[in-house]
């Protein structure tokens, strides 16, 4: 209970500092997607009030078209609690949060939903649906997570990758977090965008297998083996964001000053670097799980309703994104 009331209060205090910020430049975002039809969008196991009122802020600004599936008893007791009826939406009744992860999957796998939405679930759980070998969301790309964050003191927003999904990835699953951003941020609209590849240095050092990935990774975009993007690594952080502090260090990057991703070199790295900048910076966040066959939206259970609206917001942007690249290929074939 009292962990419960401490996390409470810091939701209370980080929507109350939001609250009296300047706009947002993710504010763009959820403009960008209202422009588009709204995106059906499973909600997975929305039992809980974060994980429902989400969902249900992001459908009354048109972003997406719920479907939830859970336990409806339980869904419309929350909707009840919280005096947000649900009556007008499509709910699939599940016995428990499991089966509502396979059901979600299932609607996306047979194209009745265009996205998938973590309601109150563990990660792990859903998780396992989508990447069931038989049944699940697999494509030849590996899964991972992006965070974009508008950070006060960065001219423009920036992807973090991967905090959530790969824990010590090696050579090979960096190249697809990598590609994944890049593609992320092309749906943005960024059609080359600037990547670092964090290490703790910006030289090669054989005793640090970060830098050696860094270099490895540089060079396959080299070999267009990674496409579509400005890598260079490896770089420390500050080499990353400040032109400042690269030309102070005699380096000569591209992407320093400039970055539009940090591949940073384990899910620890990443996971810690992002919540510093959330709550000691007041960066805004949203958050997407890539590399499935459908975007999902993956966010903390400690999200509030901006970070969660956002994140749907991105998942139209997705979506749309690769509705447009496929009518292109129908078109030049």
Known sequence: MQHRAAQNTANDLTEQRTATMMPSRLDDIISQSKQHPPVITAIVHPVEPNGLSGALDAAEQGIITPILVGPAARIQAQAEQLKRPVDHYRIIDTPHSHAAAEKAVELAKTGDVQALMKGDLATAELLS??????????????????????????????????????????????????????????????????????????KVKPAMPSTLDAAALCKMADRQQIQNAIIDGPLAFDNAISLQAARDKHIQSPVSGDADILLAPDQEAANMLAKQLIYLADARSAGLLLGASVPVILNSRADGSEARLTSCALASLIVQHSQQSLREILTNS
């Open 129 to 202: 649906a989508i990447l069931n070998k038989a049944s699940g969301l697999r494509t030849e790309r590996r899964l991972s997570h992006v965070f974009l964050l508008d950070i006060p003191r960065y001219h423009k927003p920036l992807v973090i990758t991967d905090a959530a999904i790969n824990v010590t990835p090696d050579l090979m699953a960096k190249a697809d977090i990598l590609q994944n951003a890049i593609d992320f941020c092309r749906a943005l609209g960024i059609s080359s965008p600037k990547a670092a590849v964090l290490a703790a240095v910006e």
